[in-house]
């Protein structure tokens, strides 16, 4: 009972988290807009559709796929994730001491919105 209310509360985190990006990057002045690519945004976007998607899965108990496609979309996650943070902090005006700060909270945060593909995964390897 109590893993169905975490994964509901973190899909209105995904959801609103995901809403939240789309209305920034049709509202922001060109000067706030992201360092990176709009290849990378794009690629971002449809990862978190896929993770609100597998949150959406845990909760219905709902499982497609096999494991390694999903192993595959984790590790792409992860590459996606060091992609961002690559090309963030190679546009200059971070000293190291925000780099590190920066890098280590945006790290814990990747892997708090990873935790529903994480989960998904593990859940799909026990189906025989």
Avoid: H
């Amino acid at each position: 009972m109590k893993e169905a209310i975490f994964w509901k509360l973190m899909l209105l985190l995904l959801v609103s988290s995901s809403a939240w990006d789309l209305y920034l990057a049709f509202s922001e002045p060109e000067i706030l807009q992201p360092a990176y690519p709009l290849t990378v945004s794009i690629f971002s976007l449809s990862l978190d559709l896929i993770t609100v998607m597998v949150c959406l899965g845990l909760i219905l108990k709902k499982y497609i796929l096999n494991q390694s496609f999903w192993f595959c979309i984790i590790l792409v996650q992860m590459a996606n994730t060091i992609i961002v943070f690559y090309f963030e902090f190679t546009t200059g005006g971070y000293t190291v001491n925000e780099f590190l700060i920066y890098g280590n909270i945006g790290l814990f945060v990747a892997t708090f919105f990873m935790s529903p593909l994480v989960r998904y995964y593990y859940l799909v390897k026990k189906i025989p």
